[in-house]
């Protein structure tokens, strides 16, 4: 059973930083993509960027770009979420997601819809 786990949320003043780590477990398929999400109370999930996994390109959501950046560690089988700058409105839980689909547009790859493979999400909470 192919398991996503998110570790590194917690809580942390305005400005400060922190590393969200996304590691697959199980009998992964050859995953295409990782994204990252994020979800507030009250409000729809939040695609911020994603991750391919041969190449590394990497896409962000206009709300964290210049600030977050994404990395992966294939032979570790895990990707990373490294945030700078945090600001309150970046309080939510967040979530990564795989999926197999390849050769998608990233607005596609944006879309909740297109991963199959969930984590169970993390949270990040930003004082201010």
């Known amino acids: 059973q192919v398991q996503l786990v998110e570790s590194g949320g ?24 990782t994204g990252w999400f994020r979800q507030a109370p009250g409000k729809e999930r939040e695609f911020i960027g994603g991750i391919t996994r041969y ?3 990497t896409y962000y959501a206009d709300s964290v770009k210049g600030r977050f950046t994404i990395s992966r560690d294939s032979a570790e089988n895990a990707v990373y979420l490294q945030m ?4 309150p409105e970046d309080t939510a839980r967040y979530y990564c997601a795989a999926t197999t689909e390849t050769g998608l547009p990233w607005s596609a790859y944006s879309g ?4 199959g493979y969930w984590g169970q999400g993390t949270q990040v909470t930003v004082s201010s």
């Open 112 to 115: 909740v819809s297109t991963y």
């Open 84 to 87: 700078n700058s945090l600001k």
């Open 10 to 33: 917690g809580l942390v003043q305005a400005g400060g930083s922190l590393r969200l780590s996304c590691a697959a477990s199980g009998r992964t398929p050859g995953f295409s993509v």
């Open 55 to 57: 190449i590394g390109n």
